[in-house]
T-cell receptor, first 117, second 113 residues
């Protein structure tokens, strides 16, 4: 089966510019996650969707970050305006679903490496 | 707040040595536990997982982990490492109440041939 697709793979922008990342999850996966991974740290959950509804966005800096998952399939994450501290790898992951006591394995995409100068 | 702590940031071993990587989490409710691995140049992939039942779980490539509820720990072990185990290892927790996912900061394992 095809894996999680992300684009672009690399992006360099200047601070105060805007940027958007795209993610296409594995077909049939209801749950989609966006993570931010700063160098030397583990992935930090930004937002989690179940179909096209938001399950958790408590760590999403909503003044500059936004995400949507139209039609419950692919998703976009936007940063506007970017700051130097947004330099990181942005990972998208998907899983079959979340249903209480049973959490399904997350499948990760290759990530987008963002450099803000 | 939910958190995951991995105590070893960088571990260096010789081939055939035994491995144990520590993982502790903080969350008062029921959790599902995972270890993910990222080999150089590759995506994060699942190594093993614990949902319920036998607290000793076995994963791919000879890895295993033991869930000790009283210690909030889920340590990863392998009796004899190989050079190909060189990678970064992440412990992760999902709470079964809200489904929130939290990762540790990872442990870089270097295995010398």
């Amino acid at each position: 089966e095809a894996g999680v697709a992300q684009s672009p793979r690399y992006k360099i922008i200047e601070k105060r510019q805007s940027v958007a990342f795209w993610c296409n999850p594995i077909s049939g996966h209801a749950t989609l996650y966006w993570y931010q991974q700063i160098l030397g740290q583990g992935p930090k959950l930004l937002i989690q969707f179940q179909n096209n509804g938001v399950v958790d966005d408590s760590q999403l800096p909503k003044d500059r970050f936004s995400a949507e998952r139209l039609k419950g399939v692919d998703s976009t994450l936007k940063i506007q305006p970017a700051k130097l501290e947004d330099s990181a790898v942005y990972l998208c992951a998907s899983s079959l679903k979340f249903s209480g006591a049973l959490s399904y394995e997350q499948y990760f995409g290759p990530g987008t490496r963002l450099t803000v100068t | 707040a939910q958190s995951v702590s991995q105590h070893n940031h960088h571990v260096i071993l010789s081939e055939a040595a035994s491995l144990e990587l520590g993982c502790n989490y903080s969350y008062g409710g029921t959790v599902n536990l995972f270890w993910y691995v990222q080999y150089p140049g590759q995506h994060l992939q699942l190594l093993l997982k614990y949902f319920s039942g036998d607290p000793l779980v076995k994963g791919i490539k000879g890895f295993e982990a033991e869930f000790i509820k009283s210690k909030f720990s889920f340590n990863l072990r392998k009796p004899s490492v190989q050079w190909s185990d060189t990678a970064e290892y992440f412990c992760a927790v999902i709470n079964t109440n809200a489904g929130k996912s939290t990762f540790g900061d990872g442990t870089t394992l270097t295995v010398k041939p």
